[in-house]
């Protein structure tokens, strides 16, 4: 059975760390393009960071370029996102997704919140 479960979203200060974590079953994270979205109240979802099959090529969104990083653990079958010096502007739902041709999958999200 195909799943994605998000983890380590939270409650975080401004200029805080949080590491959010995918886990994927069923398929192997490295034969599929991964991504993390966020969607915030009253907004649009949006595409946060991706790293391609294969290599491994990343991307990242320009609002948090040089603060997040998106990474593979290819033994536990994860894909991770590191996110510093967080901003009130990251609070948001983040979700996992996973695609591959007409493959689709995605997470039920973790709410991430910076707050003071």
């Known amino acids: 059975q195909v799943q994605l479960v998000e983890s380590g979203g939270g409650l975080v200060q401004p200029g805080g760390s949080l590491r959010l974590s995918c886990a994927a079953s069923?398929?192997?994270?490295?034969?599929?393009?991964m991504s993390w979205y966020r969607q915030a109240p009253g907004k649009e979802r949006e595409l946060v960071a991706n790293i391609a099959s294969g290599v491994g090529r990343t991307n990242y969104a320009d609002s948090v370029k040089g603060r997040f990083t998106i990474s593979r653990d290819l033994y536990k079958n994860t894909v991770d996102l590191q996110m510093n010096s967080l901003k009130p502007a990251d609070t948001a739902v983040y979700y996992c997704r996973g695609t591959r041709s007409s493959n689709d999958y995605w997470g039920q999200g973790t709410q991430v919140t910076v707050s003071s």
């Open positions: 069923g398929f192997t994270v490295s034969l599929y393009a």
